[in-house]
């Protein structure tokens, strides 16, 4: 509590569980009408001590050890993508990877290219020097994407195929 001695504090609470005799009740009220700060604790205790009062007990159900027992044997749910939905999305991510393969091979993403900021719009308006233009190379752009293809395919294989694959190994040798 804040800004009231260790004392103060015991007192606060000795008074609101009526626990001070008649002349420490009569001491402690008469410091209590002095202090703000200590009339400011009373009202946060009381309110505290009216709401425990009025908030029920949980009880647990009669059966809820022998529920709690018995599950311990069960396995936990599975969580993740089921095994078809993940060998799906690994199909379509490998189908991605080829079709960009085989337009690299072809060499449609072998031209250069370069983008002219000066054609812009906001140039025009906001910024009246003259700005460089910004060569693209589409080639190593379509690598790099590429290569975060095979890096999902293989998170996707790993965490939607193997590993159901091996857990409902395991499930089945114990």
């Given at each position: ?6 004392q ?14 008649p ?11 002095a ?16 709401v ?5 007990l949980?009880?647990?159900s ?34 991605a ?17 370069s ?18 233009s910004i ?8 690598n ?28 089945m040798?114990?």
């Amino acid at each position: 509590m804040k800004n009231i001695s260790k004392q103060q504090e015991d007192n606060l609470i000795a008074y609101l569980d009526d626990a001070l005799s008649p002349s420490e009740k009569e001491h402690f009220e008469q410091e209590l009408s002095a202090s703000p700060v200590l009339q400011q604790q009373l009202a946060a205790l009381q309110n505290v001590t009216r709401v425990l009062k009025n908030t029920p007990l949980e009880h647990p159900s009669k059966n809820f050890t022998q529920r709690v027992m018995n599950g311990l044997n069960q396995y936990p749910v599975r969580s993740g993508l089921p095994l078809k939905n993940g060998i799906l999305l690994l199909i379509g991510v490998m189908i991605a990877v080829g079709i960009a393969s085989f337009l690299l091979a072809a060499g449609v993403f072998d031209a250069s290219g370069s983008i002219d900021l000066n054609n812009m719009v906001l140039q025009n308006k906001y910024i009246p020097e003259s700005l460089p233009s910004i060569p693209v190379n589409t080639k190593l752009i379509i690598n790099i994407i590429i290569m975060l293809n095979i890096a999902l395919a293989f998170l996707v294989l790993d965490r939607a195929v193997l590993k159901p694959w091996f857990e409902r190994r395991t499930r089945m040798n114990l």
